[in-house]
């Protein structure tokens, strides 16, 4: 090897990034981002609060952290002592007699079976049954445990980790495939998961199609009808003339060659989304990470592929402090507060059921601001059961639209419900007659949410002014009352009297008699009260006297 070489480590060694192309090092830098990005990891308390834990993998997730925890905590005495026992004979021998006793011969419990039960049974155990290994509490059969002791017992190292070889492969083997278990996974892997869904059940907050368990259906709003008809207000922009089927087919090719949801957000979205007045009222793919919870567990921040809010501006500094976790969704609060219509996108491979339980969760967090800027200086919330925020789905071509509204809670001391319903749904890729109905309601609705957000923005604006005139009313009154009981307090507060204008009150009854009232030309003359100076010391007045004599005449 030459000098000053050094040898080539076994490690597989980083990239140098001056050895990368510019398209290579954008690459691995935006890989470096993306590795790094927080992934979110529902906390024991979302856990613990499910009224019913759906079987996903961050179900299993949480189940092996908790097992690994409980793995991890120090064993007492008696627990280290029955883990580190000798098998012997004799606990072997009673260890099998132990399970001889509690556990029943097969032949035994299928010969006292029905013939509905034997059946379920031949059905269940058609591929083998479940693998019953990874359950917590399972027993390991005896002759298992005798064959490890004998096999511990009879020789050399190496056939023991022969043995454990050959076990290890054996259990490998018989690992059960998708066929062979005993539970069908369902929901994603993602946190919108079915366990997602049942928090947001359980706090209140239910999507389209709810049924309570009485048979009961979620309510609709009271301005649902308002809604529908404005849905349907024709738009210029998409008549025929200005919309032409020229430009139909160009959404549908577009539409076409979507893969993914990003591709859709900046190619498909915008072709419906038309012109925005406003760019400063619209955002997208921002974490609403400085809103409150809705149901108070650690949910994830909703993340919307686009919504429209308004300036931050326009509402006034006091108010957006006083309800910044409800109306400011991000930390940087110049982002579009108060979001009130959402859209959720994905991709031809992404799951509807996904993107539903996105725009539930985000319709209810614009429902939530709505109703606390309306009910901002009130004593108590305002529910009135009107819609005021609008959220839609788009996958494939089939854009929905869901209208959300707040009603009060169900019982005293509980959170207020959130309701989801369905408005309509149209096909924007069949023809060009439908994509103008599905692109004229959501512009219309676009604007209508805006319209509702300037209502309530407009009505919290005029009431903190009220509440501030009627507060600097309330100083003013209070200061003029200060001022007429000092107008009316006795002359001698405030004020020294000298000793030379002391003088008596005369006896009110010697006033009155008119031989005993002296003569007014003969009443002293009394000089006006001196003000008393706070800063007035008669020490130097005399040493200023005393200079002036020292110095005599000049």
Known sequence: MPEGQLPSSRKRQRPDKDSLQPEESLLFYKKQRLDTKHIHRP??????????????????????????????????????????????????????????????????????????????????????????????????????????????????????????????????????????????????????????????????????????????????????????????EPRPSLSPSQFSNERFREFKRADANVTKENKAIKRVIPIIEGNIRDSRCDGGEIRFSNLESLTGDNLVPATPDIYHGARPEQLKRKI?????????????????????????????????????????????????????????????????????????????????????????????????????????????????????????????????AKKQRDEVIERANRRLLEDQSKTSNLDTEECNDDSTQASESPLTDGFVLSQESRTEIPDQDASDDPESSPDPLAIEFTRPLKRANPTYDPRSKRRNTKQAGNRGPQ
């Not at 083998?128 to 027993?139: A, C, F, K, W």
């Not at 004593?379 to 788009?394: F, G, L, M, Q």
């Not at 001391?413 to 023809?431: A, H, I």
Request: proline share 6%; glycine share 6%; with cysteine.
């Open 43 to 232: 906390s024991s308390t979302f856990w613990d609060k499910l009224s019913k834990i759906w079987l996903t993998k961050s179900a299993l997730r949480e189940v092996a952290r908790r097992n690994s925890c409980l793995a991890r905590r120090p064993a007492t005495i008696q627990q280290q002592k029955e883990l580190h026992r000798t098998i012997t004979r004799s606990i072997a021998a009673k260890y099998k007699r132990e399970s001889s006793l509690a556990q029943e011969p097969a032949s035994d419990f299928l010969d006292r079976c029905s013939s509905s039960c034997l059946k379920d049974i031949r059905q269940f155990a058609r591929h083998g049954g479940p693998n019953l290994q990874e359950l917590r509490g399972y027993q390991k059969p005896i002759q298992s445990l005798i064959r490890t002791m004998s096999l511990g017992r009879s020789g050399s190292r190496n056939s023991g980790s022969q043995s454990r070889t050959r076990g290890s492969s054996s259990t490998s083997r018989t690992r059960p495939t998708a066929n062979t278990t005993a539970t069908e996974k369902t929901g994603t892997s993602g946190a919108y998961s079915a366990n997602f869904q049942q928090t947001l059940i359980d706090g209140g907050v239910f999507p389209d199609g709810y049924e309570y368990p009485d048979s009961r259906s979620t309510p609709i709003p009271e301005n649902w009808e308002d809604i529908n008809k404005k849905l349907k």
């Open 320 to 448: 957006r402090n006083d309800l910044s976790h409800y109306i400011i969704p991000a930390k940087n609060d110049s982002h579009p507060a108060i979001p009130n219509f959402f859209l959720e996108a994905k991709g031809p491979d992404g799951s509807a059921r996904v993107a539903k339980l996105q725009a539930t969760y985000d319709g209810a967090l614009g429902a939530r601001a709505m109703e606390k800027l309306h009910s901002y200086g009130d004593d108590k919330p305002v529910y009135d059961n009107n819609a005021t925020t609008i959220s839609s789905t788009y996958q494939d071509g089939q854009l929905k639209m869901y209208a959300h509204h707040v009603a009060q809670p169900g019982s005293p001391g509980t959170r207020p419900e959130y309701f989801m319903n369905q408005l309509d749904s149209w096909s924007l890729t069949g023809n060009p007659r439908s994509f103008r109905e599905g692109a004229t309601a959501y512009r219309n609705a676009r604007d209508w």
